[in-house]
């Protein structure tokens, strides 16, 4: 039975079609807080208790969820678009820094930690997108030799990738070497670190407290899981690992960074390194380097984890809907990539661009994965949402599902599946709106989702254009319904080739 909103009944009385304008300023309503059992939180049935929360109790606006030891403000769809893009009452760096519990990144440079980031992926990849995908796309031609590779040495042709995840996010963080510190710096070991300290960040950022024992305990699992995380992982492999090298190699990187063009393909530290330098030395100083070095950091994560996630999710509702969906984009893709004389795909920005059909399909799978959330905010003064406000210094972020199916924003059929709908509405995976937000929205939009919807095309093509590809029977498993965002789904592939 759905319950009526508690404030409906005051809504003529206090004129709410325009509350700005008709509510004493004293008059301040904070959200309801909505008790959510953690089982319940836990399970798929979390999703429709989200959403009877803010239509019933939080009268489509806002409402607070308790869940791991504090207060989330829970957005509705209408006020996706003024909660992302509002950047004077909502803080992005704040919001960020405090999920990952690195809010001391902000005490170093005056806070720009979070610019930083966000402008090294605007200039290290946005101008240089082309370049960018030469440099990384011969990877994943790579990884699909090694599948044919590993098919000749079996009876039956078919190999078996039980853990889908690991193997798209070694993929991923062999691209991502390359992005950052450069080609020369590609290892076996290397990809290593960038995978452990990728799973350290996630497990900083609490990514995996649903799926975890320690749910009732949140401030003992933060705290062990930061000092693991910190003094496991990143500490023994990036400032052990890494910065030794990095630091030889310093001038190297430095002078790159200062000769390279604008369009240019140049690994991220060498950018870092030229805009740090102390303009009149030329030189750049121990504790420029360790920013440069920190700044790195956040990037590995930021770029590595969501994208193999992501990746996964494609892989999986690919091979689930394949009989719909595979032969139309098996023509686009024989359209438009071309082959070596030994098979090999030739990968480039621009042929990746034309697979219009296959972008379509990506986001229509981000569009209905399920997440709860994906940008996230935090208040800088107190502000009003709806009928609501939010104080000061609060956590909130929309309820992505909502906005992605809602009717008032989908219709009738906003929670079914259309792969190629985005195809017909011309609407590619990259561009964002008030009723998709999986890469965030406004001056905070993911500045590198170009290249990471170039990405899942190549993992993509990499399985599916000259392979048959299933998912195991009965192996399909979201196991953290509620965190689809940053879980990847489980399922056990068999890859055979296409005869
Ligand atoms: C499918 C993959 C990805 C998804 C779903 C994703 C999603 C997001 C989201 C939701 C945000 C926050 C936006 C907001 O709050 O408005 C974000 C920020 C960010 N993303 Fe991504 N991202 C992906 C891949 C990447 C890649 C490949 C890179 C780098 C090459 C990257 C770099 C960043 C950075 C640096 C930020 C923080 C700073 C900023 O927003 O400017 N992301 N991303």
């Not at 806070?111 to 960018?132: C, H, I, N, S, W």
């Not at 369009?263 to 950018?271: K, R, S, T």
Request: proline share 4%.
């Amino acid at each position: 039975m759905a319950i009526a909103c508690p404030l409906a009944s005051s809504h003529a009385y206090l004129g709410f079609d325009d509350f700005r304008l008709t509510v004493p300023f004293f008059v301040q309503i904070t959200p309801p807080i909505v008790n959510i059992p953690a089982d319940i939180q836990l399970s798929e049935k979390g999703h429709q208790a989200y959403s009877d929360a803010l239509e019933n109790e939080g009268c489509g606006d806002v409402v607070i969820i308790p869940r791991h030891g504090r207060k989330e403000y829970v957005v509705d769809y209408k006020h996706v678009k003024n909660v992302l893009t509002d950047s004077q009452n909502f803080s992005f760096e704040r919001a960020v820094t405090n999920m990952l519990h690195m809010e001391f990144m902000l005490w170093f440079k005056n806070g720009t930690f979070v610019q930083e980031l966000d402008g090294l992926v605007q200039d290290g990849v946005t101008p240089r997108l082309k370049a960018v995908i030469e440099k990384v796309s011969p990877i994943f031609s790579r990884e699909a030799n090694a599948i044919k590779n590993a098919q000749k040495q079996v009876k039956n042709d078919t190999i078996v990738i039980e853990d889908v995840y690991e193997w798209v996010h070694h993929t991923i963080a062999q691209a991502m070497v390359v992005l950052i510190l450069g080609e020369k710096y590609l290892s076996p070991t290397m990809t290593e670190h960038f995978m452990a300290i990728t799973v350290a960040i996630s497990h900083l950022a609490g990514i995996y407290e649903n799926t975890q024992g320690w749910r009732n305990f949140p401030s003992f699992w933060s705290l062990k899981t930061t000092l693991q995380a910190i003094f496991g992982t990143v500490v023994p492999r990036f400032f052990f690992g890494i910065l030794p090298t990095l630091w030889k190699n310093r001038f190297a990187h430095l002078n790159h960074g200062i000769d390279v063009e604008h369009n240019e393909y140049a690994p991220f530290f060498d950018l870092l390194a030229s805009k740090h330098r102390n303009k009149r030395t030329g030189t750049l100083s121990v504790w420029n380097f360790f920013w440069c070095a920190t700044v790195s950091l956040g990037i590995i994560f930021a770029s590595i984890h969501q994208t193999a996630v992501v990746a996964v999710w494609c892989v999986m509702v690919l091979s689930q809907k394949q009989d719909e969906y595979l032969q139309e984009l098996r023509k686009e893709w024989e359209e438009f990539i071309e082959h070596d004389d030994e098979g090999n795909l030739h990968l480039t920005v621009h042929n990746l661009r034309d697979l219009v059909k296959t972008d379509s399909f990506i986001r229509e799978v981000m569009r209905t994965k399920g997440d709860t959330f994906a940008p996230v905010r935090y208040t800088t003064r107190d502000v009003q949402v709806g009928r609501f406000v939010i104080p000061k210094n609060s956590l909130c972020a929309p309820y992505v599902k909502r906005a992605h199916e809602h009717f008032d924003n989908y219709g009738e059929k906003g929670a079914e599946f259309d792969g190629f709908q985005w195809y017909y509405q011309n609407k590619p995976a990259v561009q964002g709106g008030h009723d998709f937000i999986s890469f965030g929205l406004g001056r905070w939009a993911c500045p590198g989702r170009h290249l990471a919807i170039a990405e899942l095309k190549m993992v993509i093509l990499m399985l599916f254009a000259h392979n048959d590809v299933q998912i195991r029977k009965d192996t399909f498993h979201v196991s953290d319904p509620m965190n689809t965002t940053s879980v990847a789904p489980n399922g056990i592939l068999e890859i055979s080739s296409r005869s």
